[in-house]
């Protein structure tokens, strides 16, 4: 596989990566690793019906799975676990996540983002979304506001700048960590004891005026 470039089109996908942590999203897009976990498999299994392209209607409202959108301004690319196309000309993308109902920023800009795609491909506001939490079988709202649509560039931007550099961000080591299925190939906590180990030893070699 091949990394990506700054100017290749940026992945939904990767901006819940980067929102999540940045040298998560930079492992996974510049060194081209990934490893799985029971959240990962979990999230696999919870998209496998979605992740089928296809349609139904029941009442007048017509939902598409799996339906690939781009936005030219941005430079995004992917697809949405579902979109729902409303009788009153209404869109309502839905995107399907494995854990419990709860709010997660990185989850809601992936979810911003596929409602700005959707709107420059469909000429439409999109003013809401949701987020359909498997474990609590429950959705959860998401209104797309200029807060968050204002984070989704500038994820972008920030994005572009971190593939422009091929350099990858320092680990976080704090609680998103237990969760992460690179924790042993970031080893987090390695490197941050490189990095106070470094800081001390820079201290032996200052001299006082």
């Not at 994820?155 to 680990?171: E, F, G």
């Not at 080893?187 to 470094?198: G, T």
């Amino acid at each position: 596989m091949i990394a990506a470039e700054p100017d290749d089109p940026i992945m939904l996908s990767a901006l819940q990566h980067w929102s999540y942590c940045p040298r998560q999203y930079a492992l996974i897009h510049l060194e081209q690793a990934f490893n799985d976990n029971v959240h990962t498999m979990r999230g696999n299994a919870v998209h496998k019906r979605v992740d089928e392209p296809g349609f139904e209607t029941f009442e007048g409202v017509r939902s598409e799975r799996s339906l690939r959108v781009w936005s030219e301004q941005l430079g995004l690319i992917g697809k949405c676990d579902v979109v729902e196309f409303y009788p009153d000309g209404r869109i309502h993308p839905v995107e399907y996540k494995h854990g419990k109902k709860r709010i997660k920023t990185h989850d809601d800009l992936q979810l911003a983002a596929q409602a700005i795609c959707l709107e420059e491909m469909t000429g439409k506001p999109v003013t809401h979304g949701s987020i359909y939490h498997h474990s609590s079988r429950r959705r959860r709202e998401v209104a797309i506001t200029a807060a968050l649509r204002l984070q989704v560039e500038e994820a972008v931007a920030a994005i572009r700048l971190l593939l422009a550099s091929n350099v990858l961000p320092p680990p976080a080591n704090d609680a998103r960590c237990k969760e992460c299925s690179l924790k042993d190939i970031c080893q987090p906590e390695v490197l941050s004891r490189k990095s106070v180990y470094q800081a001390e030893q820079a201290k032996l070699y200052v001299i006082d005026d």
